[in-house]
């Protein structure tokens, strides 16, 4: 039943993560990264990482997914994004070279495990203290790094969502936004339609 479960697990995983590439739009592209994430976990029982799996679920799943539909909702689901020529280009190359350092991994080291039994289960594996130490200890400066990756993240998406045309460029905006207010503004009067007196 364990290997259906991953395979389950592994397809759900590698359709999440084509949909969140794919999909024009952007909601539902955080849909399917949700749909990646809890597919992660999944996998994450299965190595018997249940702080893990849970932690997958509650932070990334629950937390910052609703802050990344908050993103999306702020810069605006309905425009397009224009990236530039330099973009264009450098964005499948990199994409070939990802896909080419994936393969060589696959078939330098993941073929060897074909004939062996997997990793030996250690015990206390994904316990908070096991993961704590490994933060503090040995994966230290990868976890500084993705912390300053989220930083950027989040940056990058006030900087977007401040180049987006909005209200500041729209005439009539303007245009009332400069109108004199009457002194019964805000008044009974006012909500009774009288007319400022001259």
Do not use: W
Request: glycine share 10%.
């Amino acid at each position: 039943m364990a290997p259906v479960f991953f395979f389950l697990a592994a397809l759900g995983a590698l359709s999440g993560a084509i949909g969140v590439v794919m999909l024009r739009n952007p909601f539902y592209s955080v849909l399917a990264l949700v749909f990646h994430l809890i597919s992660l976990a999944a996998l994450f029982l299965l190595l018997r990482a249940e702080f893990v799996a849970a932690a997958q679920v509650i932070v990334y799943a629950g937390a910052v997914m609703v802050l990344y539909v908050f993103v999306v909702a702020y810069v605006g689901s309905g425009e397009e994004l224009t990236s530039g020529g330099g973009l264009r280009v450098l964005g499948p190359v990199f994409a070939l070279v990802l896909a080419i350092e994936l393969c060589i991994a696959m078939l330098g080291s993941a073929l060897k495990g074909i004939s062996g039994k997997g990793a030996p289960y250690i015990p206390g594996f994904g316990s908070p203290r096991h993961i704590g130490t490994l933060f503090l200890t040995k994966y230290l400066f990868p976890f500084e790094v993705a912390s300053l990756l989220l930083l950027v993240a989040a940056i990058g998406a006030v900087v977007l969502a401040r180049r987006r045309r909005g209200l500041e460029a729209d005439p009539e905006y303007q245009a009332r936004l400069h109108k004199p207010v009457s002194h019964l503004a805000g008044s009974m009067a006012e909500s009774v339609g009288a007319r400022r007196d001259r």
